[in-house]
């Protein structure tokens, strides 16, 4: 048998007289990553019915119109019936898996350097579904809620569109005056109590925002506290004060400024964006049983799907040209 030595050399940083200096780290991970958005947190979770998940809309009131309108001596009442349809969002799976060698394990808890480090990697590994899961919340790649086309979900921007509810600001115009006709519009509407609840855009359009709300009006925007503790500005409108809510997951094209920028902004109602779990709203785990190479193996899920209700009227797509 062969024995292989390696040289102190390689591991060491610096020997000296005296002195035999060996690489040391700090014992916690520098850690900023993109974790859950408000978004997920403030949107509706319900138990789904079934796959797909179902429900009802009622799309208008049973209405006699002036049909209904006859003389009092001679009444002649008018036939209604409400006016339902039936609707579904089917679900979806997001899955991970984290697998810890036992040597390896073993050696971490015999340096005593890292003792954490499993903990965290599992917890990062949860944490990296939530992240798929918020970015899916808005951008997921599905094309139809009655018929999938991918694995993903069909996001909330896919289904605002879908509804027809876009408008467009052009270079030249505010984006304050914007976003406050369109959110007037909302309420205006005669068939349906609309009442949006955010404004929903990157933090490159808010600051758009904020830089045309001090140069233009002279005006500092409020701040409040929302959801997940995030501190946003909040915007004076016909449905009143409408939180302004960062969301790095809600991309643009092009350079602001050049007059060839995107920047889309969503006004919706939370209160009707539902995200209809199976299990459990949150991710699972479960621990796999060791397999020949002794590794421990744990695999995280989450099953669902979300849904924007009355997408074609309770919700606006406001693309902002710069």
Request: proline share 6%; aromatic share 8%.
């Amino acid at each position: 048998m062969n024995a292989s030595f390696a040289d102190i050399h390689a591991a060491a940083d610096y020997i000296g007289p005296g002195a035999i200096e060996v690489p040391l780290y700090q014992t916690e991970i520098f850690d900023i990553c993109h974790r859950a958005n408000p978004f997920g947190q403030r949107i509706r979770q319900v138990p789904a019915t079934g796959h797909p998940s179902r429900f009802f809309e009622e799309t208008a009131l049973p209405n006699p119109g002036t049909a209904g309108f006859v003389n009092p001596r001679s009444i002649a009442p008018t036939v209604v019936t409400p006016t339902r349809i039936e609707l579904s969002v089917p679900l979806k799976a997001i899955v991970a898996q984290i697998n810890y060698n036992l040597f390896d394990i073993e050696l971490g808890q015999q340096q005593q350097q890292f003792a954490y480090l499993q903990a965290k990697d599992l917890a990062d590994t949860v944490s990296g579904v939530l992240v798929a899961h918020d970015v899916a919340l808005w951008n997921g790649n599905d094309t139809s809620l009655s018929a999938s086309t991918t694995t993903q979900y069909m996001g909330a921007i896919a289904q605002i569109e879908a509804g027809g509810n876009t408008t467009t600001i052009g270079t030249s115009s505010s984006i304050v005056n914007g976003l406050k006709t369109a959110v007037a519009k909302m309420v205006a509407n005669s068939s349906y109590r609309v009442r949006p609840t955010a404004i929903y855009a990157n933090p490159v359009l808010l600051d758009l925002i904020d830089q045309e709300m001090k140069s233009v009006f002279n005006v500092v925007l409020n701040t409040e506290k929302i959801v997940g503790g995030v501190t946003v500005k909040m915007l004076s409108t016909q449905a009143g004060e409408l939180p302004l809510i960062p969301d790095w997951s809600i991309s643009y094209t092009g350079t602001p400024g050049s007059g060839s920028a995107v920047l889309p902004a969503y006004i919706v109602s939370e209160d009707l964006i539902e995200y209809h779990w199976l299990g459990d709203p949150a991710p699972r785990v479960f621990q796999l049983g060791l397999p020949n190479s002794l590794a421990h193996q744990y695999v995280v899920v989450k099953f669902g799907g979300v849904v924007v209700k009355g997408a074609n009227f309770a919700h606006y797509e406001v693309l902002v040209d710069r």
